[in-house]
């Protein structure tokens, strides 16, 4: 089986691009019907499966408020893809995921390591927030969610909306997987 090569990052402005004719694409199947929206939908999971890091954006976006009648509404599964694309380097969702991760990230870079992080990682000014909420997501994805590519497009789509017992452990999760980051970062 050949080893699957990913970018280290999708820039910003090349997945907002890809987002937009995305959700165009998919919004246009709405208009057509349940099944056609559907139909195109699991093209994208399929995608997502093979590592497209838009089509997991793209996802993300579709489960956090659902698509009346037809997809229901997933917050568990909506932080989960957006986490994955942004492990994946999928600049776009690693900004939009700063609002559940940012206070992780500020706890990475007022560690006692961090000039060792910003030497290792190259980061300066511009790729700060992209290396930091690349490395923790990809700590919480693998630590923490468990959550998969291969294993989440498998799942049935179930109606499962935000409860504060998500963030609470979500909080939670942060909390823990700071020091793994950091880690991973360093090394």
Request: proline share 3%; hydrophobic share 40%.
């Amino acid at each position: 089986m050949e080893r699957i090569r990913r970018r280290a990052f999708t820039p910003y402005y090349e997945a907002l691009d890809g987002f937009t004719k995305a959700r165009k694409e998919l919004n246009d199947c709405i208009n057509k019907g349940g099944r056609v929206f559907l139909e195109k939908f699991e093209e994208y999971k399929d995608r997502a499966k093979r590592e497209d890091v838009i089509a997991m954006d793209i996802l993300a976006y579709y489960y956090k408020s659902g698509v009346a009648g037809v997809l229901p509404e997933n917050y568990m599964r909506y932080i989960s893809w957006e986490l994955i694309a942004a492990a994946r380097g999928n600049e776009l969702a690693i900004e939009k995921v700063q609002f559940l991760i940012g206070f992780g990230c500020d706890k990475i870079i007022e560690c006692e390591d961090f000039e060792t992080i910003k030497y290792k990682n190259d980061i300066d000014s511009s790729n700060l927030l992209y290396v930091l909420g690349k490395g923790l997501s990809k700590m919480l994805v693998r630590e923490f969610l468990k959550a998969y590519p291969v294993d989440l497009v498998q799942l049935e789509d179930t109606y499962e909306p935000f409860e504060q017992k998500y963030f609470v452990t979500l909080r939670r999760y942060i909390d823990e997987a700071v020091p793994k980051a950091i880690a991973l970062l360093k090394s």
